[in-house]
């Protein structure tokens, strides 16, 4: 039987002061941001760790072969995202696929589409200084992209897929406070930095958009080699080795499903919960190797086979 997320709010998950007005936030939500996509509602019990939802999504679409963006407020996350073998040729370099992801009280709007890329608030770093004003206002004058476009990417981006992943890391999300209704003291506003409790989630860094540098390594002097020693006593030291070496097993490495999340070994050509290929795909046009799961190639653009269970 399922059980639901643990909930540190209790019966008045929304009475939070830091929520601020319910009615504005339901209706920010539900006014439709003009993407051309699809929409879809999702009931939940407290509020949401979008942070978490964010980077779950950023995942998923470079594993796709995208370069996403994501900016997220308090209530509401935006991820925006390109593909370079569509970029130019097919679709303005401008356009980007778009996801917003709204919370109101007892409710997530999930709304797909296409937008113009919010320059602005990536030049920025996307989260610096956001609200959920500004992201929606500015999400609302770039909207729309024309639908040949969405029809691209939305096949690139395998919707079906993304948002039934979408709604499931909705409703199994940590809470966005630990605990209580509110930040503990010490603590900063929801979506922001990790908290420092164990048993919730912290967020990682987002990969570096193209408008920030990358920082630079300082240089590091080369290891130096010592002097070599006599055969008889390199003999000698390779037979005797230390105990914890002799005792220490090697870690086998877990592969994670693309498709349902479930860590397989390294080397397992199938997923052994769902039957998910974990196989590397060649593209039968122009022999580019692409990542498990992907449905078409990303340097040729022509369309996948996915291996089966029963060929193996």
Known sequence: MYQPPYNPYGANPYGSPNWGNPNMQFLMCQQSSGLGGKTQVIPVNYPINLQYVAQEVVM????????????????????????????????????????????????????????????????????????????????????????????????????????????????????????????QPGQQAPYGQPYPQQGYYQPQPYPQPYSQPYPQQPYQQPPQIPPTQPQASQAQSQNVQPASQQTQRPQVKKVKCWKCGTENDEGAKFCYNCGASLQPIKCPSCGAINQPGAKFCYNCGAKLLEPQASKQ
Do not use: W
Request: proline share 5%.
């Open 60 to 183: 998923f679409l470079m594993g796709q072969g995208f370069q996403a963006f994501p900016m997220v407020a308090q209530n509401m996350a935006v991820i925006q995202a390109q593909h370079s073998s569509l970029l130019g040729t097919l679709t303005d370099s401008n356009r980007a696929y778009t996801i917003k992801i709204c919370q109101g009280p007892g409710v997530v709007v999930v709304e797909t589409g296409i937008s113009n890329l919010l320059q602005d608030l990536l030049v920025a770093g996307g989260t610096v200084f956001l609200t959920d004003e500004v992201l929606h206002s500015k999400l609302l004058t770039a909207a729309g992209g024309g639908l040949d476009a969405y029809e691209i990417y939305k096949e690139y981006a395998q919707e079906e897929q993304l948002l039934n992943m979408i709604t499931m890391l909705i409703v199994n999300s940590p809470p966005a406070y630990p605990q209580g209704y509110g930040p």
